[in-house]
Structure formats: C-alpha cells, structure tokens
C-alpha cells in the first residue's frame, strides 16, 4: 500500500513519489474511501502491481474533487491478474484531467469507472499494453458530464473499451457512443522511456498528446 486515507475532508494529495518493488503482490499507489473535496494533484505512482489509485464513494454529496496532472505507471515486471490504472466506483463529483494511466498487464485496465455522477473525465492518457486490456472499462454510462478529448489505446485487437459493451476498435466506439469520445483520439502516445524501473512517462515533443 502506498498512501491509505480512509473518512477524510479537504485531503490535498500533491507532489509525491511513490515507487514500488518490482517484486511486490496486490499494491495499490493510493486508497481513497469515503473522502470529501479531496485533491490528488501532481502524483507520480510507480511499478504498481495491481491499481494505480482506487476511490470508492470518492466525494460523496460534494461537487468539487479534482485529480489532475498524475502519473499512474503500472509497468511493472511483476503485475497481478488484473491492473487497474484507475478504479473508481460510486464516486460523484469528480473532476479527472490531465492524468496517463499506463499498464501493462495480460489483463489490464486503463480506467474502470462505474455507477459514479457528476463526472468530467477530459485530456487523458488511458494506454494498455496487454493481450487482454481494456483502454477504458465503463459499466454503467450515465454519471458522465463529459468524457471526451482524451488519447485511448490498447493493445487487444479484441477489446479495445468497453462502454456498456465492449467494442473492438476506436472506430465502433466513437461511432456508437453518442455524445462522449468525439473529440478523443486513439494513438501511441511517445513517452520518454519505458525502461522497467526507470521509466519516465512524460511526452516526448512528437507526443500526439
């Protein structure tokens, strides 16, 4: 476990580093439950094996939570049987910007968010690398303001996102989800370096991101 905060108000999460052994079962980088008008901003969690950051109830009856500008790095040379780049579920009022959500697992999930409201979800990196990997995992679709203006890919050929169903490639997406994923694009976002344990996914200039 990484960061754990449990029933917390007005929590500001900012500017940390949190590496984990390559070697190191079921982490997650950070724990949310039950918190109100938190801000996660400018994180950088590496290697982890399992989710990047799990939020249940995230900001329940508030309006204004953010998480903007993190570094979700799940190249991990050990990775659970599932990974998660972002796990969120029942959370409301979530402002999620500018974050890269990588992973790398056989089965591995971009973002799985589900049964949440009031949600804006724009100018992300969602990549999965995995035979079996999701970009983005959304059950249920109806808690979203906006999801849109964000770099999709995975590496399946087979299950590219699931929005309620799965589709196959961007294309099915865009095309029969109305409203969201318009302005989106999918691309190989250029990262610096993926070299395991000493990755630095920031973009390179090239970077179609």
Not at 74 to 84: E, F
Not at 113 to 134: D, E, P, Q
Not at 143 to 151: K, L, P, T, V
């Amino acid at each position: 476990m990484g960061l754990y905060t449990y029933y917390q108000t007005n929590d500001t999460i900012m500017d940390n580093t949190i590496r984990f052994r390559a070697s190191t079962n079921l982490t997650y980088g950070i724990y949310n439950y039950y918190n109100l008008n938190y801000h996660i901003e400018r994180n950088i969690i590496a290697n982890f094996s399992y989710m990047g950051i799990y939020s249940y109830a995230y900001n329940i009856n508030s309006t204004n939570a953010t998480v903007y500008n993190n570094i979700f790095n799940g190249n991990n040379t050990y990775v659970y049987t599932y990974q998660y780049g972002m796990y969120m579920y029942y959370t409301n009022g979530v402002n999620i910007y500018h974050n890269t959500m990588y992973c790398a697992g056989s089965n591995a999930y971009g973002a799985y968010i589900s049964y949440g409201t009031n949600m804006n979800v724009k100018n992300n990196i969602f990549h999965s690398t995995g035979v079996s990997a999701y970009c983005i995992y959304i059950p249920s679709t109806g808690g979203f303001n906006s999801f849109d203006y964000n770099i999709l890919y995975s590496a399946s050929a087979t299950t590219f996102a699931y929005w309620g169903a799965i589709y196959t490639d961007f294309a099915s997406l865009k095309a029969g989800v109305t409203g969201y994923h318009q302005k989106s694009l999918s691309k190989v976002a250029n990262f610096v370096s993926l070299t395991n344990l000493a990755e630095d996914l920031h973009l390179t200039a090239r970077s179609p991101a």
